[in-house]
């Protein structure tokens, strides 16, 4: 039986970073949080290690640059995945804040 818990979490309306889940001992090891980008800024270049990460982009435009050079535009309404072991960044491309909501979860071991 599991000893974590349901619950909610709302969304800050605030154009700012917001952690929103943080791991083990809150989750099994997936952690979460909220990002608005400024316009012609970056979140900073970063790899996911050994985990993977989805991004829900909730509005906004912008480019995921990976560190093999690929340039993936991205806006309101879309998934990225980001499989492990990726070197990234995201750039906020778009005249209004990009925000998006990350998912980080450890891959399996085995």
């Known amino acids: 039986m599991s000893t974590k818990r349901a619950r909610v979490i709302d969304l800050s309306p605030e154009d700012r970073y917001q952690p929103l889940l943080d791991?083990?001992?809150?989750?099994?090891?997936?952690?979460?949080?909220?990002?608005?980008i400024a316009p012609g800024t970056e979140c900073g270049e970063h790899s996911t290690g050994a985990h993977e990460e989805v991004l829900v982009v909730l509005d906004g435009r912008g480019t995921a640059r990976l560190g093999d050079g690929t340039a993936l535009p991205i806006g309101g309404g879309q998934i990225v995945y980001i499989p492990p072991h990726t070197t990234?960044?995201?750039?906020?491309?778009?005249?209004?804040?990009?925000?998006?909501?990350?998912?980080?979860?450890?891959?399996?071991?085995g």
Do not use: W
């Not at 791991?23 to 608005?36: D, I």
């Open 88 to 109: 990234h960044n995201i750039v906020n491309t778009g005249g209004k804040p990009l925000k998006y909501v990350y998912v980080v979860a450890p891959i399996a071991k």
């Open 23 to 36: 791991g083990v001992p809150e989750t099994c090891g997936m952690r979460s949080g909220r990002q608005a």
